[in-house]
């Protein structure tokens, strides 16, 4: 089916598809942790709910405690690809 577009058009076809599937899956999950069951059982697969505790590090008041050439010692540089998708409209 996506065999005869070229790479861009494929990626963005691809990429909208994705984003469905995304927000359906969040919208199963939902219900999922709304339904206040520990464990779903399917036929195909079993889903366990659990909670856990999530420890998250302040950069910004980190910074505020380290001189500048503190943070250039820790801080790691790294090359990032990244694509951007624009869709076409037609005229």
């Not at 790479?7 to 939902?30: F, G, M, N, S, W």
Request: contains cysteine.
């Amino acid at each position: 089916m996506l065999d005869n577009l070229c790479p861009a058009d494929k990626y963005a076809t691809l990429r909208a598809r994705i984003d469905e599937l995304e927000a359906e899956l969040k919208t199963v999950r939902d219900d999922i942790i709304a339904s206040g069951a520990d464990t779903v059982t399917g036929e195909f697969a079993d889903i366990k709910v659990t909670l856990s505790e999530r420890a998250t590090f302040d950069q910004t008041l980190a910074k505020s405690y380290l001189t500048a050439e503190q943070i250039a010692a820790c801080t790691k540089k790294s090359v990032v690809t990244t694509l951007r998708v624009k869709a076409k409209t037609a005229e």
